[in-house]
C-alpha cells in the first residue's frame, strides 16, 4: 500500500530552526511536496522536490532522498505566524498526490 | 498568478437539502481539477478528480450520486452535495492543476459546510 509517515505534532521556540520528517512508500514517484496549512484555511504551496537534494527558499528548505523515501522540511529564524500544519504529499505514477496526515506545529515565544 | 476560488466559504443547510459549492481557477485553464473533504484534525481526503468535459473519478468510498462532480469548463467545477446529512459537514477544498507548472495543484479557499 501507499504511505507517508510525518510526526503528529511538534514545537519549538520562535527565532530558532525546527526540521520536519516525512517518510514515504508509493507507486512510484514524481515528486514531492510541502504544504502549509493554517487552521481553517486550505493548503498553500511552500516546495516541491524531484530530485535529490535541498531546495533552499527563504526561510524555509525542503530535502529529497529518493533511495531512502525521505524528505524534510527545515524551517529558520521561526515566527510565530509559522503555527500551521505542515502538509507532506508524494505525487505517485499516476500522478495522484498521496496525503501525509500533517504535521502541527506549535511556536512557542 | 493561479488563482482558485471557491463559492460560498461557508454555507448552512438543512438535512436533506443539496449544496452547490463552485470553483474557479481565475487565471489559468484547469486541466484537472481535485475536490478533497477534511475533517476537523485530520488530513485532506481526495474524494474525486475530473477533467474538463469527461466524468469525474471518484475515490474508493465516495458516493458519486450523492456528490455531483461538473467539470464543464477549463475554469469552472461544481460540487453538488445531495440530500445533505449532518454526517457531511466538512470542509471542503477544490484545488486545480494546469497552470505554468504541470505538477502544482492550486487550492481554492475551501467552503465550509454545515449541515443541520
Known amino acids: 500500500g501507499q504511505n507517508i509517515d510525518q510526526p503528529t505534532e511538534m514545537t519549538a521556540t520562535e527565532g530558532a530552526i525546527v526540521q520536519i520528517n516525512c517518510t514515504y512508500q508509493?507507486?512510484?514517484?514524481?515528486?514531492l511536496f510541502w504544504y502549509q496549512q493554517h487552521a481553517g484555511e486550505a493548503p498553500t504551496f511552500l516546495s516541491y522536490?524531484?530530485l535529490d537534494g535541498l531546495e533552499e527558499k527563504g526561510r524555509f528548505s525542503s530535502f529529497l532522498s529518493r533511495s531512502k523515501g525521505y524528505s524534510y522540511l527545515l524551517l529558520k529564524e521561526l515566527q510565530m505566524k509559522d503555527s500551521a500544519s505542515y502538509l507532506c504529499?508524494?505525487?505517485?505514477?499516476?500522478?495522484?498526490?498521496?496525503w501525509g496526515a500533517g504535521t502541527k506545529l506549535i511556536i512557542k515565544p | 498568478g493561479a488563482v482558485v476560488s471557491q463559492h460560498p466559504s461557508w454555507v448552512i443547510c438543512k438535512s436533506g437539502t443539496s449544496v452547490k459549492i463552485e470553483c474557479r481557477s481565475l487565471?489559468?485553464?484547469?486541466?484537472?481539477m481535485f475536490w478533497y473533504r477534511q475533517f476537523p484534525k485530520q488530513s485532506l481526503m481526495l474524494m474525486a478528480t475530473?477533467?474538463?468535459?469527461?466524468?469525474?473519478?471518484?475515490e474508493q468510498g465516495v458516493e458519486k450520486d450523492k456528490f455531483l462532480i461538473n467539470h464543464a469548463s477549463l475554469t469552472l467545477s461544481t460540487l453538488t452535495v445531495t440530500s445533505a446529512h449532518p454526517e457531511d459537514s466538512s470542509f471542503y477544498i477544490c484545488?486545480?492543476?494546469?497552470?505554468?507548472?504541470?505538477?502544482?495543484?492550486?487550492f481554492g479557499p475551501g467552503t465550509r459546510l454545515t449541515v443541520t
Open positions: 475530473s477533467n474538463e468535459g469527461s466524468k469525474a473519478t471518484y
Open positions: 487565471d489559468f485553464q484547469a486541466t484537472t
Open positions: 484545488s486545480a492543476r494546469g497552470g505554468t507548472t504541470h505538477y502544482e495543484q492550486y
Open positions: 504529499a508524494v505525487m505517485d505514477s499516476n500522478y495522484q498526490l498521496i
Open positions: 522536490n524531484v
Open positions: 508509493t507507486s512510484g514517484f514524481n515528486g
